[in-house]
């Protein structure tokens, strides 16, 4: 079974930099052919897809958050890091990192709050 667990900080002053973790246990994120990504939802609004990081280290990004961010990887550890940068008030919401299979998000984390606000 795997298993995915974000950590980071709960609140972030604007114009700082988010970064979140995603820890992966019972599976490999160099396992062919999987995604890892994520995935953001804002309060009263629907799931954003942000980006992902693929078996290979390939990365992916949302090109409306393109400029803002980065997704990277430590095998080492089977984990997959997201930077937002220049966060404002509408970078709240939770913040989900997930497995992308051939059928689509098989697994998720629980998700972590992110509030922006001075």
């Known amino acids: 079974q795997v298993q995915l667990q974000e950590s980071g900080p709960g609140l972030v002053k604007p114009s700082q930099t988010l970064s979140l973790t995603c820890a992966v246990s019972g599976g490999s994120i160099t396992t062919n052919y999987y995604h890892w990504t994520w995935i953001r939802q804002p309060p009263g609004k629907g799931l954003e897809w942000m980006g992902a990081i693929d078996y290979s280290g390939s990365t992916y990004y949302s090109p409306s958050l393109k400029s803002r961010t980065s997704i990277s990887r430590d095998t080492s550890k089977n984990k997959f890091t997201l930077e937002l940068n220049s966060v404002t008030p509408e970078d709240t919401g939770v913040y989900y990192c997930?497995?992308?299979?051939?059928?689509?998000?098989?697994?998720w984390g629980q998700g972590l709050q992110v509030t922006v606000s001075s």
């Open positions: 997930a497995r992308t299979g051939t059928e689509g998000y098989d697994y």
